[in-house]
Structures are given as C-alpha cells and as structure tokens.
C-alpha cells in the first residue's frame, strides 16, 4: 500500500492558499482508485481544516511540522512533542528582546488547540491574530493568562526580517529547538518565524504514520526547508517548481508549479488516474 503525502502552501494550494477545481478532480480520482493520501504541513489544525474541508482528507494528519498527529476519526491528537518551560522562556526572552511579540500555541485537551500572545505591537501582529480568532477559530488568551503546565506544542512571530534573524540565531544552538522562518504572506516586507521541539518533524510524523497505518512506501511532495526531513523518510520525493533551490536538489524530481496544478498533474500520470 502507497501513501501520498502532501505539504500544503507552496505545494497543494495554490497562492491563493486554495484547492483549485483541477487538483480537487484529482484528489477524487485517488479516492476513486484507493490510494490513501494526508498532509504533513506547518499549519495548525485550526489554519488546516477549512482548505481541507470536503476533501476527504480521512487519515491522521501531521500538523505543526510533526509536533502533532490529528486523527480525524474522533477528533484527537496524538504524539504531541512539547517545549518545556525553559525552552519557552528562552524563545520568548529573544523576542522581546528584539520587541517581537511571541505567540505560543497550546495543546488543551485531546482536541483543541489555544494561543496566547503579549501585547500586540503593530498592525501585522494585530492582522495575525485577527485570522488566528477569526477563520480560525482559535481562544486567543494573554500571555499572563498561560498556565505553568499548559503543553506548548510551538512558539510563533513575525516581524522585520533582522529581528527574526537575531531569533533564529540565539536558538540556533539550543539542544531541543528547531526554528523555521520565511517571507511573510501578510506583508513581503516582513519574515514568519515559528519555533517548535527538535523532535518533532515531519519526516519522524510520515514514519509514525507509516508504521501506523501499515504502509509500505511513501510518495510524498514538498516546497520549504521543514520538508526535507520528509523527503529523507519517504521513498519517493518531489518538488514544485517553485520550491527553494536546495530543495528541489534533494527532491528526487523538480515537477510542475503550484500555481500550475503541478502536483495534480503528475499525480495524473503517476498512477495513471486519466486512463
């Protein structure tokens, strides 16, 4: 049994952060042939199930780049790797420190997810928030409101592009963190960072969810940096054309661009959906 994993922006969706009617088409076309399909993807359950809604995504998905499992079965997590408190405090300490404000995200329960966030600085952050507790429906909470024992699945920010640099480099050296950042969507002229559990990634999440399901080989299709660990865990990789250069070099083969059905496209011919 094959399994299909897809990152989704910059690779499933469009830059419209949309399934386009084509790649719809072709996600019933797996279904109709029986070839089993999830995501592996930064995003929260919250920023994932509206894109995903009436797709028939039915697997457990990887959310977070692998800090958690979803099962959308009965509506729980699973394998949540969380901060400790230390760790917490270090990551928020650089963002202050360079007057960043940091949202931390909360595993609560088996099925829901909350942030909580310092006083907002700036239209950005307050744009973020807005689509955190809008689309999103996530509890967006003050800081001061975190419980001691709360379990920080991630830490997130954004912000000018030399802060979340100088943030990135003081955890750089931090045994059990890993940081990820990028051109923000809100504003090019600001960078995304977003914090998380070194061992949380989404090549250990594709292994788990090998092991769990019973699959024998893993296809799986990626664009960013918190792909690659996946690439290395799959059998088969394969980037967009628009993905990061030293991406597509480790991707077993460059394919079409996002914005071009690219991933649908070769998912046509790979397991022959048109014939």
Not at 54 to 71: C, D, Q, S, T
Not at 96 to 111: A, M, S
Not at 177 to 193: F, M, P, Q, R, T
């Given at each position: 049994m094959e399994l299909v994993v897809f990152d989704l922006d910059g690779t499933l969706l469009d830059s419209k952060s949309t399934i386009s009617q084509y790649t719809e088409e072709t996600l019933a076309l797996l279904r109709r042939r029986g070839i089993a399909y999830t995501v592996a993807t930064g995003r929260t359950l919250h920023a994932s199930r509206t894109v995903l809604e009436?797709?028939?995504?039915?697997?457990?998905?990887?959310?977070?780049?692998?800090?958690?499992?979803?099962?959308p079965d009965d509506d729980r997590f699973s394998h949540v790797n969380t901060l400790t408190s230390a760790e917490v405090a270090?990551?928020?300490?650089?963002?202050?420190?360079?007057?960043?404000?940091?949202?931390?995200?909360?595993?609560?329960?088996?099925?829901?997810?909350?942030?909580?966030?310092?006083?907002?600085?700036?239209?950005?952050?307050?744009?973020?928030i807005n689509v955190?507790?809008?689309?999103?429906?996530?509890?967006?909470?003050?800081?001061?409101?975190?419980?001691?024992?709360?379990?920080?699945?991630?830490?997130?920010?954004?912000?000018?592009?030399?802060?979340?640099?100088?943030?990135?480099?003081?955890?750089?050296?931090?045994?059990?963190?890993?940081?990820?950042?990028?051109?923000?969507?809100?504003?090019?002229?600001?960078?995304?960072?977003?914090?998380h559990h070194s061992d949380a990634s989404k090549g250990a999440a594709v292994d788990t969810l090998k092991s769990m399901l019973g699959i024998d080989r893993v296809v799986c299709f990626g664009d960013s940096d918190n792909d690659l660990s996946m690439f290395a865990s799959a059998d088969e990789s394969y980037a967009p054309a628009n993905a990061k250069s030293h991406v597509k070099e480790q991707a077993d083969e460059v394919i079409g661009h996002h914005d071009e059905d690219g991933i649908a496209r070769f998912l046509r011919k790979r397991f022959s959906l048109d014939g």
């Open positions: 009436g797709h028939a995504f039915e697997l457990p998905h990887a959310f977070k780049n692998g800090v958690v499992i979803w099962h270090q990551v928020m300490s650089a963002c202050y420190q360079n007057e960043v404000t940091p949202f931390v995200f909360t595993v609560e329960g088996e099925n829901d997810h909350a942030v909580y966030h310092a006083p907002i600085r700036n239209k950005a952050e307050q744009f973020v955190y507790t809008g689309p999103r429906g996530l509890k967006a909470m003050p800081i001061d409101a975190l419980s001691s024992d709360a379990r920080i699945s991630n830490i997130s920010a954004i912000g000018a592009g030399e802060a979340i640099s100088a943030i990135t480099g003081s955890v750089r050296n931090a045994p059990h963190l890993v940081a990820y950042s990028g051109i923000a969507v809100e504003d090019d002229n600001l960078c995304w960072l977003d914090i």
